[in-house]
């Protein structure tokens, strides 16, 4: 039977400014799609806004077997990333948040449509404010992504809520990665995986670390690589492989997801003539 991940949260639509293009994705749509191409049952739930954006996203999820039943259309622009790139290196410009926190309640009908699934992951750019304790009430098992905008305060107020943390700490030396994921640790999770780009990646796990070399890569786009890292590593978890083999397994599919543009694909054109009606 297949394992059934939710996506609850962010969603964005990424625009590659220089090269005219625009692509569906955010944390936590693009791990709800990768984990359906890797054959789990996935649902998104998350705000689109009433303008094409909001459609790019949903059309991309619905042709990609993604589940989006309980999603909101808010009246409004979705949220949109934009990104710039210098050869093979990105970064971002500017974002609009649009309607992405524009969550209203959460019904009976959420609650159990979210504890119907074997894990929820959500991220730190979900905008979920105090939902995020409604959210852990339903879920069986909550993972969720720091990224790189983890810090002391935001560590200490939604670690107690997560069973499963990432963070982004590129720069870390291996010692320093260990303190932070033993900090990590003592605020709640019962696991911890930092990424740390081209080193790999390292995780705290039952009172023992474990540290996992980056895959070899035909590099195209890295975007939506650590996503891509985290839906092998959730579903490796859920099929009861142990933290080093989950740390593999995330690897490897990170390593796929740069053979391609954008988190995963469905772009289409986009105009500095949208960039002004914005």
């Not at 995330?250 to 500095?272: D, K, L």
Request: charged share 20%; aromatic share 8%.
């Amino acid at each position: 039977m297949a394992h059934r991940l939710l996506g609850l949260g962010d969603n964005t639509v990424d625009t590659y400014v220089d090269r005219g293009l625009q692509f569906p994705g955010g944390n936590a749509v693009n791990v709800a799609v990768q984990a359906k191409r890797l054959g789990a049952e996935t649902g998104y739930l998350g705000c689109f806004g009433s303008d094409a954006a909001g459609t790019l996203l949903s059309d991309a999820l619905t042709r990609e077997g993604v589940d989006i039943a309980r999603c909101r259309i808010r009246p409004g622009r979705n949220a949109r990333a934009f990104i710039g790139h210098h050869g093979q290196d990105r970064r971002f410009l500017r974002s609009e948040r649009g309607v992405r926190g524009d969550w209203g309640s959460f019904d009976g009908d959420d609650l159990a449509y979210i504890a119907s699934y074997d894990i929820v992951h959500s991220s730190i750019y979900s905008e979920l404010g105090d939902a995020l304790s409604v959210v852990r009430g339903a879920a069986r098992r909550l993972s969720y992504d720091f990224s790189e905008r983890w810090t002391d305060e935001n560590l200490a107020a939604t670690l107690p809520a997560v069973d499963i943390a990432f963070l982004s700490h590129p720069s870390a030396s291996d010692e320093e990665c260990r303190a932070l994921l033993t900090r990590c640790i003592g605020l709640g999770p019962g696991m911890a995986v930092a990424t740390r780009g081209a080193k790999g990646a390292m995780a705290l796990a039952s009172g023992s670390f474990h540290a996992q070399g980056a895959t070899p890569a035909s590099v195209v786009d890295t975007l939506g690589a650590g996503d891509g890292f985290i839906a092998a590593c959730l579903l490796a978890i859920l099929d009861g492989a142990g933290m080093a083999a989950a740390l593999a397994a995330g690897a490897g599919h990170a390593a796929q997801v740069c053979g391609y543009q954008g988190g995963f694909g469905h772009g289409v054109a986009w105009s500095h003539t949208e960039a002004a009606a914005l």
